[in-house]
């Protein structure tokens, strides 16, 4: 009696866990997925409908009859919006500060994934603190040309390290009770015309070099919202794309979360119903109070689903996944975190991602960093050095409680005991040439001072689209590579005057340098910083920080030798682009077909140096394991991003000479050696076959690259798989 009493529950746990192994959906939806449908039976056709598109600026409705509350989003990416209320005005009400993190080009400059994890918690708890459930972050569209305005936000140009620095900032965000939104799906990877301009792919770019990204925040991420592009695909708007939406997306991909408009980016109700857009943002700028009710996915939907030509059902799930994510945030059933704001731990954040993504392009005779001893004066020359830029660029605004410009930040460095001058330079307008005056003053400051440091680069127009000196904004894109307002004869004059001018661009991305890069000595690229960018940038250049920053994009030579001109049609012709250079984005077509870049993808200096030895190599089951030792062998502490890529030896169709596909950063004392270990799944071997349609394996022979940059490859190694 007593054996069976005992052996009958073991056996019925046994029995439940292996029915449980059998069924895991059932068995581990989680508990409120039972309340959503109980809620959903509850509401009104009006009530569902109300929760499918905006009912202000940036929110949408909630059923508060049934404890639902409005849903509450804000830009995104690199900080939290300031206030609109409910339009689409600035509050300025004075409350609406938050941490101005270093932008998405300065993240990914980092090449480490762990930050990418704590700039998403910052921004996350903030965030939450301000009464927003859902950030518009991270923007992932790859960096294609360097003309597009919105680059200063993306990632790179590499599909890889995009996806994974994504991945940290959405768990990151996601860790504080906020729903991330990647964006924007697919192919919004210019300005011009990007309401309209149809973008046409082949198979294979869009899977090797324009969806990874996505695939990484829904699968490795786990990202809750996704926002879809303005542009259309293949003919079709991206938001309501069959195929990029209900095939690829929540078909392929799994996608449990929400498809969010971009805002006005929904043309058609019932391609929008059909095809996996759940929430049409947006808002009526034409009038004073927008009728929400006249969205495409407002009252129309109500008529559609009574005459029965749409399923209820499919506002149902539309209704269904936000509250999803409404559980899964704790919006809803108790437990949400509370989000703090400008904490000096967030600011910490924010300068450590600024000191790890400033980048040393070129350091000839070790001309940095500057020496403080017996330092009297310094020339600062430039109007970038002394411009704010946290309100700038369009809708990705943020209003920091201060920002650390490079002059403040030189004069906070070295205090009292230094001159710090400040030269202007140029001015900064629309079409401004070089100045005679400006210039003559520049060369007079860097000829009476020990050291100069010239501050230019791309800006940021405040006004967006709309402002007459944007380069760096939404809604347009760079008219050239040349920088603006004569800085070129500026940068000229003052290195002929002091050769070893400090030169440090900032902006989205690369310039022209091919009239003055090879004057220069020292050459620092800044992006845009963030709010303590300043101090950053001068604990870097005097040495107090050891640069460990790496190109997340190429810097080309000149336009001309940019992919999307060389062999594309960007920005499109008649509202179509074909982007026929295909697979050869970035590195992948500068190392393919031997266009020399100015600064390669992946490319960073230090202050020490780095060894790297003993190469091993060792296949496993369709994969490999890399083993390398890396030394600082230089007399200063410091950071060094391992960068591994892969190249296939021979293979059915031509693949790019090398792809990264896997990366560490590791930090090292002086004389310090560790032995750096990454693992290259199938995944990183396969390519996309058009022909086949599949990705494929092509068994044979493939190197591994190892080095500190895509062209500085220091050991090499191979696998037969
Ligand atoms: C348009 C932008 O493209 C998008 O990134 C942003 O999140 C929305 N406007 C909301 O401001």
Redesign the pocket.
Known sequence: MKRKSIALPVLSVLILGVLSCSQPKKNNAPAYEKKIDSLISQMTLKEKVGMIHANSSFTSAGVPRLGIPEWVMS??PHGVRPEHGRGWTLLNNGKDSSTYLPTGITLASTWNKELGYKFGTVLGSEANARGKDNI?GP?VCIIRTPLNGRNFEYLSEDPYLAGQMAVGYIKGVQSQDVAACV??YLANNQETERNTIDVEMSERALREIYLPAFKAAVEEGNVYTL?GA?NKFRGQFCTENKYLVKDILKGEFGFKGVVMS??GAVHNTMDALMNGTDLEMGTDLTQKTPDYGKFFMGDTVIGLVKSGKVPESVVNDKVHRILRVMYETHVMGGGRKKGEINTPEHQAVALKVAEEGIVLLKNQDHVLPLKEDGLKSVAVIGANADRKNAMGGG?SQVRPPFEITPLQGIQQYLGDKVKVSYAEGYKVARGEKADPKLIAQAVKAAKSADATILVGGWIHGYGGQWSDNAFDS?GIDKPNMQLPFGQNELIQAVLKANPNTIIVMMGGGPMDMTSWVGNAKGILEAWYPGMEGGKALAEIIFGKVNPSGKLPVTFPKKLADVPAEAMGDYPGKNGKEVYKEGIYVGYRYYDSYNVAPEFCFGHGLSYTTFKYDSLQVTPGDKQATVKVKLTNTGDMAGGEVVEVYVHQEKSELKRPEKELKAFSKVFLKPGESKEVELTLPSSAFEYYNDQKHQWVLEPGKFDILVGSSSRDIRQTGTVTL
């Open positions: 830009d995104g518009l923007g964006k924007h926002m303005y971009d805002w809708s939404e």
